[in-house]
């Protein structure tokens, strides 16, 4: 059995385990689909379905694409209404403890069972998935794991999202909406509680990879955190991957929901920014071997903006759709700017 983290941040997560037999289980689907599609390699082919631990849109953005593309998604009843899909009859309900089956088949397939974690949403889950005589324990969006399992785990894959000490650092530096970093020490697992549980509550005697989830990436060092998780657990120690350095220009400090790739050397990022009034703002970048050198913030909406989507029109062409939570309505908006030089003048279209 393989794990795969195909994106796993605050702006989206979405992983799956493969089988020795090629059939798959999607687990979150935190995306935008035509990026879940991408990163799935546009084959949809021998998924047997998609575990859903909460309804928070980093982890169930795409959950009704999954659906309308025929895979059926497992979670609970409170996830599924806060979702919008309870009813549906790809929404698979599923309860704590019990045991159920993955499959088209009794060979090849997943077994998986849930529990309760603590976070703020309605019934969140996490899971112990089992496939090809392993097991794997998947953890994230709790502060703490009250269960302690004596199943030996294969693999884990466990939130470990900031360093307590920096994130307090950072609000004292104000460099972090205060807000958010309440929210992160309340709802999210801090690297000393994510090292203690693995090496106090996990039986590691058969586990090859650990997989640290949800990094915040501005609140924690992935590489001196990979070093020492391995170095205390003596078990490989799987990030999100290695990072572009960002070296001069504006760091961005929002809830980054896409970007698109200008030409060979320059990218546009858009997302909430919750330094600045949740606006919806847009950064340009330059790409130079392994850095990315960012701009200062350019405003597209001067409002709450949510589930920023950027698309390149042409070369000198950008547009992001968007939903304008500033407007009474919360209606969704599409504005087409000029790269690299913004949105100014462009037009305003409302979507229905």
């Given at each position: 059995?393989?794990?795969?983290?195909?994106?796993?941040?605050?702006?989206?997560?979405?992983?799956?385990?493969?089988?020795?037999?090629?059939?798959?289980?999607?687990?979150?689907?935190?995306?935008?689909?035509?990026?879940?599609?991408?990163?799935?390699?546009?084959?949809?082919?021998?998924?047997?379905?998609?575990?859903?631990?909460?309804?928070?849109?980093?982890?169930?953005?795409?959950?009704?694409?999954?659906?309308?593309?025929g895979?059926?998604?497992?979670?609970?009843?409170?996830?599924?209404?806060?979702?919008?899909?309870?009813?549906?009859?790809?929404?698979?309900?599923?309860?704590?403890?019990?045991?159920?089956y993955?499959?088209?088949?009794?060979?090849?397939?997943?077994?998986?069972?849930?529990?309760?974690?603590?976070?703020?949403?309605?019934?969140?889950?996490?899971?112990?998935?089992?496939?090809?005589?392993?097991?794997?324990?998947?953890?994230?969006?709790?502060?703490?794991?009250?269960?302690?399992?004596k199943?030996?785990?294969?693999?884990?894959?466990?939130?470990?999202?900031?360093?307590?000490?920096?994130?307090?650092?950072?609000?004292?530096?104000?460099?972090?909406?205060?807000?958010?970093?309440?929210?992160?020490?309340?709802?999210?697992?801090?690297?000393?509680?994510?090292?203690?549980?693995?090496?106090?509550?996990?039986?590691?005697?058969?586990?090859?990879?650990?997989?640290?989830?949800?990094?915040?990436?501005?609140?924690?060092?992935?590489?001196?955190?990979?070093?020492?998780?391995?170095?205390?657990l003596?078990?490989?120690?799987?990030?999100?991957?290695?990072?572009?350095?960002?070296i001069?220009?504006?760091p961005?400090?929002?809830?980054?929901?896409?970007?698109a790739?200008?030409?060979?050397?320059?990218?546009?990022?858009?997302?909430?920014?919750?330094?600045?009034?949740?606006?919806?703002?847009?950064?340009?970048?330059?790409?130079?071997?392994?850095?990315?050198?960012?701009?200062?913030?350019?405003?597209?909406?001067?409002?709450?903006?949510?589930d920023?989507?950027?698309?390149?029109?042409?070369?000198?062409?950008?547009?992001?759709?968007?939903?304008?939570?500033?407007?009474?309505?919360?209606?969704?908006?599409?504005i087409?700017?000029?790269?690299?030089?913004?949105?100014?003048?462009?037009?305003?279209?409302?979507?229905?």
């Amino acid at each position: 059995m393989k794990f795969e983290q195909l994106h796993s941040s605050s702006s989206g997560n979405a992983y799956v385990v493969t089988a020795a037999n090629g059939k798959r289980l999607l687990i979150e689907c935190g995306v935008a689909w035509p990026l879940l599609q991408k990163a799935l390699d546009y084959d949809l082919s021998g998924i047997e379905g998609c575990l859903l631990s909460h309804e928070h849109k980093d982890h169930s953005k795409a959950v009704k694409d999954v659906m309308k593309a025929g895979i059926n998604v497992y979670s609970s009843r409170g996830t599924f209404e806060a979702c919008g899909v309870l009813g549906d009859r790809r929404a698979v309900m599923v309860s704590e403890k019990m045991n159920y089956y993955i499959g088209t088949s009794r060979a090849g397939g997943f077994y998986v069972a849930p529990y309760n974690i603590n976070h703020d949403a309605l019934e969140p889950f996490m899971y112990i998935v089992g496939g090809d005589g392993e097991h794997l324990l998947f953890a994230t969006d709790t502060p703490f794991i009250k269960q302690k399992f004596k199943v030996p785990f294969d693999i884990i894959a466990i939130e470990c999202s900031y360093n307590e000490p920096y994130l307090r650092k950072r609000v004292d530096e104000g460099t972090i909406d205060k807000e958010l970093a309440k929210r992160l020490l309340k709802s999210h697992m801090e690297e000393s509680t994510c090292l203690s549980y693995l090496q106090n509550c996990c039986d590691l005697s058969k586990c090859h990879s650990i997989h640290l989830l949800h990094m915040s990436h501005d609140n924690i060092n992935l590489d001196r955190i990979k070093k020492e998780f391995k170095a205390k657990l003596f078990i490989e120690v799987i990030t999100v991957g290695d990072l572009a350095t960002v070296i001069s220009g504006t760091p961005i400090a929002g809830f980054i929901s896409s970007l698109a790739v200008v030409d060979t050397t320059h990218l546009a990022v858009v997302c909430q920014d919750f330094t600045d009034s949740n606006k919806g703002n847009s950064f340009w970048g330059t790409i130079a071997g392994t850095t990315i050198s960012f701009g200062s913030a350019d405003v597209f909406n001067n409002a709450l903006t949510k589930d920023p989507m950027a698309c390149l029109i042409s070369e000198n062409k950008i547009a992001v759709a968007y939903q304008d939570d500033g407007d009474a309505n919360n209606i969704g908006e599409a504005i087409i700017g000029d790269t690299p030089t913004g949105w100014s003048g462009g037009d305003i279209a409302g979507v229905s």
